[in-house]
C-alpha cells in the first residue's frame, strides 16, 4: 500500500494511514537499517569480486528505505532523520564500491603484466624474443574468437597464453639452446617442462592462472594422442591447449631458432594442412586458412628485429 501510495504521490492519504500501520513499517525499515550496515561493514572489508554480487541486495535494502522514509517523515523527525542517514550510508557505499573497482582492476592489470613479464623470462632463455611472447598471445585470441568462445574468455586466454612455456625456466641451458637436434634423453627431458609449467601454476585459484596451468600443461599434446604429457586426445584436450598449441608452433616454424632457420609460408601452410587431425584440431586448422589475412597481419605487427 505505501509503495502504490508514493509512487502515485498520494501526500493526503498517506496522511491518514493508521498510525500502529505505520510503526509497524518504521520496525521494517529500522531492521532494513540494520541489515544494510551489517552488510556495508562486510563489504568494506571485501577485496575480491563477490561484493558486485551482493550489491543487487543492499541496493534493494537502499530503495525500501527511501521509500517508507519519505512516508514517515512526513510527521516524524525520526523517519527524516532516518532517510538522511540512508543517503550518507549509500554514498560511503558507492565510494567504498568504486575503491573496491579500481583495486580490483590494479590487481588484475598486474597479474596480465607479470604473466606477460614471466612468460617472456622463459621465453629468452631459449634465445626467443618478447614478439613471439606477443604474436602467440594475439594468434590465441584470433582463434578463440573464430572458434567461438566469448569475449571475455578469448581475452583471458590471449593474457595466459604468454605461459605456455614457463617450464622451460628450469631446463638446463645446453638443452634449450642447443644448435643442433636433440638426442633421445635430451628431448625426453625437454617434455619435461609441460610438467614443470604445471607444477609451477596449478596451486593459484586466480582465473587467469587456471587457464595459464591448462596452457602450460596442454600445448604439446597431439589430436591423435601421440603428443606429450599425457597423450591425451582430440577433445580430451582442452580447448586452451588446441589453440595455443597451433599459434605456437605457426609462430615456431616461421622464426629463427637456434636450431633452424625461419620456414618460407609454403612450407609452413602445408604443414599446418598435413598436420589437421594429426597435430591440430581440424576446425582450427579450418580457421586459420579461412582468416589467414588476420595471422599474417598480426605477424608482420609484432616482427622481430634482425
Known amino acids: 500500500m505505501f509503495q502504490e501510495l508514493y509512487e502515485n504521490n498520494d501526500l493526503t492519504n498517506i496522511s491518514k494511514i493508521n498510525y500502529d500501520t505505520l510503526y509497524e513499517e518504521y520496525k521494517t525499515i529500522l531492521d532494513a537499517h540494520k541489515k544494510l550496515e551489517k552488510r556495508l561493514n562486510k563489504i568494506i572489508k571485501m577485496s575480491d569480486k563477490t561484493l558486485f554480487q551482493k550489491l543487487g ?123 643442433a637436434r636433440l638426442t633421445q634423453d635430451e628431448f625426453e627431458i625437454m617434455k619435461k617442462h609441460t610438467n614443470i609449467g604445471c ?13 595459464a596451468t591448462i596452457v602450460a600443461y596442454e600445448h604439446h599434446e597431439h589430436f591423435n594422442g601421440k603428443g606429450y604429457p599425457r597423450g591425451l586426445q582430440g577433445y580430451e584436450i582442452h580447448i586452451y591447449g588446441r589453440i595455443t598449441a597451433i599459434a605456437d608452433v605457426f609462430d615456431a616454424l616461421g622464426s629463427k631458432r637456434v636450431y633452424k632457420d625461419a620456414w618460407p609460408d ?41
Do not use: C, W
Not at 634465445?127 to 573464430?146: I, P
Not at 590471449?158 to 634449450?176: W, Y
Not at 607444477?199 to 587457464?211: N, P, V, Y
Not at 602445408?270 to 589467414?292: A, C, W
Open 57 to 179: 541486495s543492499i541496493e534493494n535494502y537502499a530503495k525500501q528505505e527511501r521509500r517508507y522514509g519519505y512516508i514517515i517523515k512526513q510527521g516524524d523527525a525520526q523517519g527524516k532523520a532516518l532517510l538522511d542517514d540512508t543517503y550518507d550510508l549509500e554514498g560511503l557505499l558507492n565510494v567504498e564500491l568504486e575503491n573496491e573497482r579500481l583495486l580490483m582492476k590494479e590487481i588484475e592489470e598486474t597479474q596480465k603484466e607479470v604473466v606477460f613479464t614471466m612468460g617472456a623470462i622463459a621465453e629468452s632463455r631459449s634465445k626467443e624474443t618478447a614478439n613471439h611472447v606477443k604474436r602467440v598471445s594475439e594468434y590465441s585470441k584470433l582463434f578463440a574468437r573464430h572458434y567461438g568462445l566469448s569475449e571475455e574468455e578469448s581475452e583471458m586466454l590471449k593474457q595466459a597464453s604468454p605461459m605456455h612455456d614457463i617450464g622451460k625456466v628450469a631446463i638446463a641451458d645446453a638443452i634449450l639452446n642447443k644448435p
Open 199 to 211: 607444477e609451477m601454476l596449478k596451486h593459484s585459484q586466480r582465473t587467469l592462472m587456471k587457464a
Open 266 to 306: 609454403k612450407k609452413i601452410f602445408n604443414y599446418m594442412r598435413e598436420g589437421s587431425e594429426t597435430q591440430f584440431d581440424p576446425k582450427l586448422v579450418e580457421i586459420f586458412f579461412e582468416h589467414l589475412d588476420e595471422f599474417l597481419a598480426v605477424r608482420d605487427a609484432f616482427k622481430d628485429e634482425i
